[in-house]
């Protein structure tokens, strides 16, 4: 998030170089975090006393954690195409890169980026707040 910030305040070759920093940090920080919170939550939920299908918090969190996991895959290829963009255009000695899509891209990293912070915040306050309930089991009648 921070580095979509620079990159739009910014321009030119402080703007390709946070494009670039971005891709490089998704690809090799964040989505791997991502995927291991998401192992580790469920892995975590099984060995737990709250389980993973036994109370709605713990339920809530997984549906958000996987649906941010796959909000940020799908976000891979357009962070990578504009960092390619930036890299390709600093690379043959332009002083500025392709503007044309540059705006909607950052105004989509920027979105994204605010609502995967937004989610983990949400995700942070129920693992520590823990509301009470749990789920109904259903009863057999006999």
Do not use: N
């Not at 670039?20 to 975590?44: F, K, R």
């Not at 958000?64 to 962070?79: D, E, F, M, S």
């Amino acid at each position: 998030m921070a580095l979509a910030v620079a990159a739009a305040l910014g321009d030119g070759v402080f703007r390709s170089a946070m494009l670039i920093a971005a891709t490089v940090l998704t690809e090799a920080v964040i989505v791997p975090l991502a995927l291991a919170s998401t192992v580790s939550g469920v892995v975590s939920s099984l060995v737990s006393p709250w389980g993973l299908w036994r109370h709605y918090w713990v339920i809530t969190k997984l549906v958000l954690t996987l649906a941010a996991t796959a909000v940020l895959l799908l976000q891979i290829r357009p962070i990578a195409a504009l960092g390619a963009a930036h890299a390709g255009a600093l690379a043959s000695g332009a002083s500025q890169a392709p503007v044309v899509e540059a705006h909607a891209q950052l105004a989509s990293l920027l979105v994204h980026g605010g609502g995967g912070a937004l989610v983990l915040v949400g995700i942070t306050i129920l693992g520590v707040w823990k509301p009470r309930g749990e789920l109904r089991r259903p009863t057999s009648k006999a």
